[in-house]
């Protein structure tokens, strides 16, 4: 079964975990990138950020090359912003069919619960039941071996649930 892990990263704790999924799963990477960047730094990357995750937004994306019909399993990895998941993610999944796909979800905050975040994703994916879900907390910038665990956990249940299928 070939992977696609797609993520949106600011500030690399996503792409962090995106890359260790990625070997673990033998999978492939597209990271999104926002045609009109979001800060990175002081008040300005929390007020922007915040407000487009608030208001829902799906900003334009830098066009990408990847086919998703050449992938039966993608894992989608956003951080949470304002409680909610970071919106490029939101882009992606709108201007995609994922209709047949094994789904999976990533997510990194900053301590903050990732309950809401995975629950507008499955809302929004139209998924009626659960899906394998991962939360790590800023990954990259607090290496724990909790995280490691955690990565391998969460690829032997996807192995697990292609198995059952
Ligand atoms: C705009 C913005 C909003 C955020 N909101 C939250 C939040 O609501 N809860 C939380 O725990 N962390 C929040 N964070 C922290 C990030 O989720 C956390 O640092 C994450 O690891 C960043 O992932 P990245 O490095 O891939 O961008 C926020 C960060 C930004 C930039």
Request: glycine content about 6%.
């Amino acid at each position: 079964m070939k992977t696609l892990i797609v993520y949106f990263s600011l500030e690399g704790n996503t792409k962090w975990a995106a890359e260790r999924i990625a070997s673990e799963l033998n999978g492939d990477l597209l990271a999104l990138t926002p045609k009109a960047a979001y800060p990175d730094k002081g008040f300005r990357k929390y007020f922007w950020g915040g407000k487009s995750s608030v208001m829902k937004e799906a900003p334009e994306l830098e066009p990408y090359k990847t086919d998703l019909k050449n992938y039966e399993r993608v894992v989608l990895a956003a951080p949470v912003w304002a409680g909610n998941f970071a919106p490029p993610l939101r882009t992606f999944i709108q201007s995609e069919d994922l209709t047949g796909k094994q789904l999976a979800l990533v997510t990194c905050s900053g301590g903050g619960s990732p309950v809401k975040a995975f629950a507008n994703l499955k809302m929004l994916l139209k998924v009626p039941g659960e899906l394998p879900t991962l939360w790590l907390v800023s990954p990259r910038e607090k290496p724990d071996q909790k995280n490691e665990t955690a990565i391998e956990e969460f690829c032997r249940q996807l192995n697990a649930e292609k198995e059952d299928n």
